[in-house]
T-cell receptor, first 117, second 114 residues
Framework: NAGVTQTPKFRVLKTGQSMTLLCAQDMNHEYMYWYRQDPGMGLRLIHYSVGEGTTAKGEVPDGYNVSRLKKQNFLLGLESAAPSQTSVYFC????????????????FGPGTRLTVL | QKEVEQDPGPLSVPEGAIVSLNCTYSNSAFQYFMWYRQYSRKGPELLMYTYSSGNKEDGRFTAQVDKSSKYISLFIRDSQPSDSATYLCAMIAYSGAGSYQLTFGKGTKLSVIP
């Protein structure tokens, strides 16, 4: 099993350009998440999905869009990149979230390092 | 006040030392507690989880939860250079209508010096 994979691993964009980050998981997880990680800010949730065809906003959704057309894939789009979106982006997946359950474990991908000039 | 507070460090200790990493929280609805370890330039990975007050051991690692004080800790015994990483706490609360809220701490960077 590959677990959670992310493409690309690195990307440099100019301000105003668009791009899509792809996340794929082969663990049949229902829940998928996109985070960004910045120095001193920790992990911040951008958007998440609780199943195929669903998406929801997280803590910092502005400037990003997502789609979950297939259960195994979760796409993160930047329509018009800004320097403030320079960050490391992590995708994660889990069976779900529950009050007391090992289903809560999130499996993370290796990250995408994005620089916006 | 942030819902989850975690000292970012950095924390530097000699090999073999006992390490104590801590998080405090303000939301009493948090019921499920996790510790993730993140090596440099890698994604976080789950280290331990617990959902009750008290201690839980796994090898050299002990997770401790004190719900009355809203305080969780991760202890690492006989620390090794391979333990050098950033440690993130994470907590889950039931936010109503069948949904749950997951919140991460900002992480503490640990270096174990040989």
């Amino acid at each position: 099993n590959a677990g959670v994979t992310q493409t690309p691993k690195f990307r440099v964009l100019k301000t105003g350009q668009s791009m899509t980050l792809l996340c794929a998981q082969d663990m049949n997880h229902e829940y998928m998440y996109w985070y960004r990680q910045d120095p001193g800010m920790g992990l911040r949730l951008i958007h998440y999905s609780v199943g195929e065809g669903t998406t929801a906003k997280g803590e910092v959704p502005d400037g990003y869009n997502v789609s979950r057309l297939k259960k195994q894939n979760f796409l993160l789009g930047l329509e018009s990149a800004a320097p403030s979106q320079t960050s490391v982006y992590f995708c994660a997946s889990s069976y779900g979230l529950a009050e007391t359950s090992s289903y809560n474990e999130q499996f993370f991908g290796p990250g995408t390092r994005l620089t916006v000039l | 006040q942030k819902e989850v507070e975690q000292d970012p460090g950095p924390l530097s200790v000699p090999e073999g030392a006992i390490v104590s990493l801590n998080c405090t929280y303000s939301n009493s609805a948090f019921q499920y507690f996790m510790w993730y370890r993140q090596y440099s330039r890698k994604g976080p990975e789950l280290l331990m989880y617990t959902y009750s007050s008290g201690n839980k051991e796994d090898g050299r690692f002990t997770a401790q939860v004190d719900k009355s004080s809203k305080y969780i800790s991760l202890f690492i015994r006989d620390s090794q250079p391979s333990d050098s990483a950033t440690y993130l706490c994470a907590m889950i609360a039931y936010s109503g209508a069948g949904s749950y809220q997951l919140t991460f701490g900002k992480g503490t960077k640990l270096s174990v010096i040989p």
